[in-house]
């Protein structure tokens, strides 16, 4: 019994020497390790980090759907109104097709050098392009910035890598819900921006007059604040601590791998197109692009419709009523997720808080065609409710499926992993503001048909995505990392 004692105690002190040395002094990666070990609590600083950074990129993708109606009718090339929602959703989608074609480029880099110089890029791209946008004169222009801006903007798939290293991972859902958090606020406050913000020049002339700049580009202000908030996180990120393990002399190399062992290794070096093999981590891509198309669909219809005519079966607001609607969402939303979602997440596991979120947003989607018949204070109760409870949702079943995708694929492969979901999503959204804005475009023509009439037609086919996703989610399909 005593050899077995002194047996035990000998090897509990080989394996703490063995993890002793696995802490290279050079390698930032090691650093935050040994700064994880050391702290106790939540790493509040580097959460801000990751909540400034995710709200960076995710302000802008959305910030333009108040007004992109009123932008398009400005360009003068639409034909009639009814084809000016069809027009807007190109000028949507070529952000995502930018970020489609350079997700996966961006993700093998974050691998290869590091987070810190990937996030350094994407929040400097956001202050060049998304200030070019603000200033376009034409209706190509528009699509070339937000083109450009798309290609540029990796910093989604990286923060999400970074929020999953940087915490223990009794605090990693609780990151990843910060990641989610914050990019959801960003997708409801970033149209707050845009409807709160634009056409000063019409809204506040006390302030700002027709011949001002901001009279003469009346979309460029929302830009510009979100692009001046975007220097700032630039500035901010070179703070920022890197989580990478960079083993570069060749005496750690051999030490890793002796201690490490061949597999572990050559797992490290796996080529990303090795992934693909990885059906855990596939399954829950695929269902995290049926969701996206469903939600970026759902973010520029909501926007056309409430702008939209009560003729049409819209609300009759203006990009400002659509503002206000959406900061209470946002405030709301943050409550929610920083105080509700890590306990809900926590007792539920994230893939039964997926799949309850997919469920419960069907009726609700069900219910917007009807509420465009209430009016006064009734129709305001109504649409933030539904607002507030349709976001709730859909970035808790975002968060869920973010934990999946991280617990699929080691360190080393997190870059890459996160570069190919961001692509496939990419893609997936792509198609979503030009198929959303094409479908209501047509279903404002048909007003008076037998079946589905309608805005009907567009909340019954954006239930349809929702459901398919949630088929997604079970077995057979989709296969659970820990398997």
Same mark, same amino acid.
């Given at each position: 019994m005593e050899d077995t004692a002194t047996n035990s105690t000998h090897l509990s002190s080989k394996n703490k020497e063995k993890d002793a040395k696995l802490r290279f002094h050079n390698c930032p990666g090691c650093k935050i390790d040994r700064l994880k070990e050391e702290r106790t609590g939540l790493p509040y600083a580097h959460l801000s980090y990751i909540w400034l950074v995710s709200l960076c990129t995710a302000l802008p993708i959305s910030s333009l759907y108040p007004f992109i109606y009123f932008m398009i009718r400005d360009f003068n090339i639409a034909s009639q109104e009814e084809d000016i929602g069809y027009y807007a959703g190109f000028v949507g989608s070529s952000f995502m097709i930018g970020r489609a074609l350079t997700s996966l480029f961006w993700g093998v880099l974050a691998d290869r050098y590091g987070r810190k110089p990937?996030?350094?890029? @994407? +929040?400097?791209?956001?202050?060049?392009?998304? +200030? #070019?946008? @603000?200033?376009?004169?034409?209706?190509? #222009?528009?699509?070339?910035?937000?083109?450009?801006? @798309?290609?540029?903007?990796?910093?989604? @798939?990286?923060?999400?890598?970074? *929020? =999953?290293?940087?915490c223990h991972e009794e605090y990693q859902a609780l990151a990843l819900s910060i990641v989610s958090t914050s990019r959801g606020i960003g997708l409801i406050i970033g149209p707050a921006i845009g409807g709160f913000f634009a056409q000063p020049a019409e809204k506040y002339p006390q302030f700002f007059s027709e011949n001002s700049l901001f009279g003469r580009f009346p979309y460029f202000l929302p830009c510009? &604040?979100?692009?001046?908030?975007?220097?700032?996180?630039? &500035?901010? =990120?070179?703070?920022?601590?890197?989580?990478?393990?960079?083993?570069?002399?060749?005496?750690?190399?051999? *030490?890793?791998?002796?201690?490490l062992g061949q597999n572990e290794v050559k797992a490290e070096k796996m080529s990303s197109f090795a992934l693909l093999k990885n059906w855990p981590l596939m399954s829950t891509i695929i269902v995290y692009c049926v969701f996206s198309l469903q939600e970026i669909a759902y973010t520029e219809i909501f926007s056309l419709w409430a702008v939209s005519d009560k003729s049409y079966g819209g609300l009759s607001f203006s990009s400002q009523d659509v503002g206000e609607i959406l900061a209470i969402s946002g405030f709301g939303l943050l409550l929610f997720q920083l105080l509700l979602y890590p306990l809900i997440e926590k007792l539920l596991g994230p893939l039964t808080v997926t799949r309850l979120s997919a469920v419960i947003s069907i009726p609700i989607l069900s219910t917007y065609p009807y509420i465009a018949t209430l009016s006064g204070f009734s129709l305001l109760l109504a649409v933030n409710c539904v607002s507030l409870m349709r976001n709730f949702l859909s970035v808790s079943l975002v968060t869920g499926l973010f934990i999946l995708l991280n617990k699929s694929v080691g360190q080393h492969e997190r870059g890459a992993a996160n570069g190919i979901s961001m692509t496939a999503m990419s893609v997936s959204k792509a198609f979503g503001p030009a198929g959303a804005g094409a479908l209501f475009s047509f279903a404002q023509k048909r007003q008076v048909a037998a079946i589905l009439p309608g805005d009907q037609l567009v909340f019954f086919s954006l239930n349809i995505l929702q459901f398919v996703g949630l088929v997604l989610t079970f077995k057979p399909f989709m296969a659970q990392p820990n398997a």
């Open positions: 990937i996030i350094l890029i @994407g +929040t400097f791209s956001v202050f060049i392009f998304n +200030t #070019m946008f @603000g200033l376009s004169s034409s209706f190509w #222009m528009a699509i070339s910035s937000r083109f450009l801006l @798309g290609c540029f903007n990796s910093l989604l @798939g990286t923060i999400r890598t970074y *929020a =999953s290293e940087v510009l &604040i979100i692009s001046i908030y975007s220097l700032a996180v630039f &500035i901010s =990120s070179w703070w920022l601590p890197e989580t990478l393990h960079k083993h570069r002399n060749e005496l750690e190399v051999e *030490a890793s791998e002796s201690l």
